[in-house]
Antibody, heavy 118, light 113 residues
Framework: QVQLVQSGAEVKKPGASVRVSCKAS????????LHWVRQAPGRGLEWMGR????????VYAQDFQGRVTMTRDTSTSTVFLDLSSLRSEDTAIYYC???????????WGQGTLVIVSS | DLVMTQSPDSLAVSLGERATINCKSS????????????LSWYQQKPGQPPKLLIY???TRQSGVPDRFSGSGSGTHFTLTISSLQAEDVAVYYC?????????FGQGTKLEIK
């Protein structure tokens, strides 16, 4: 079955960078886009962007342009989210999600809590 | 960006009663090329990731109980739970996948009255 296993929680200082990983299994890694969605404490869902693991093509939400980078490692079926210049407002749970046909997010990782605090 | 606005922000419904959540988009999400509405609904329970319930505005994801239904077209959409069960307590989000960024509504918290 499809599994998306994310890396563990992180605590970072303002201005630092964070990398969150999402290891996929149970399907052909290069056949489906992977999206990143975040959720600040007690808040709603915010779409950050997606990556096509086949060609590493990315689309980022404008709100994160210049601070976000999504990459993948096909040898380990893992996608990575790098977010730089962290500020307190970036404190959130970060989810990866696999998109089936038409970008529907049918499978989700367990989430990774990132805390940004001095 | 396409803005998704849900109403109400929270809702309390008695067990067995109908629950209705609305979602409005700032632009149409109806594609003229395939006559489909690029609108989905997700359910999120505390401590869990979201779960896809409905796509194309009205198509239930496999395994979703038939008490969940979606309707609407263009810019106005509705998620209806025909007979509320205790396990339906959650936050519900609409999302458009018509154009990037694939924006979500702010969420509607559904509780038992």
């Amino acid at each position: 079955q499809v599994q998306l296993v994310q890396s563990g929680a992180e605590v970072k200082k303002p201005g630092a960078s964070v990398r969150v990983s999402c290891k996929a299994s149970g399907y052909m890694f290069t056949s489906y886009h992977l999206h990143w969605v975040r959720q600040a404490p007690g808040r709603g869902l915010e779409w950050m962007g997606r990556i096509n693991p086949r060609g590493a093509y990315t689309v980022y939400a404008q709100d994160f342009q210049g601070r976000v980078t999504m990459t993948r490692d096909t040898s380990t079926s893992t996608v990575f989210l790098d977010l730089s210049s962290l500020r307190s407002e970036d404190t959130a749970i970060y989810y990866c999600a696999r998109a089936g046909v038409w970008e529907l997010l049918g499978d989700w990782g367990q989430g990774t809590l990132v805390i940004v605090s001095s | 960006d396409l803005v998704m606005t849900q109403s109400p922000d929270s809702l309390a419904v008695s067990l067995g009663e109908r629950a209705t959540i609305n979602c409005k988009s700032s632009q149409s999400v109806l594609s003229s090329s395939n006559d489909r509405n690029y609108l989905s609904w997700y359910q999120q329970k505390p401590g869990q990731p979201p779960k896809l319930l409905i796509y194309w505005a009205s198509t239930r994801q496999s395994g979703v109980p038939d008490r969940f239904s979606g309707s609407g077209s263009g810019t106005h959409f509705t998620l209806t739970i025909s007979s509320l069960q205790a396990e339906d307590v959650a936050v519900y989000y609409c999302q458009q996948y018509y154009t990037t960024p694939y924006t979500f509504g702010q969420g509607t918290k559904l509780e038992i009255k």
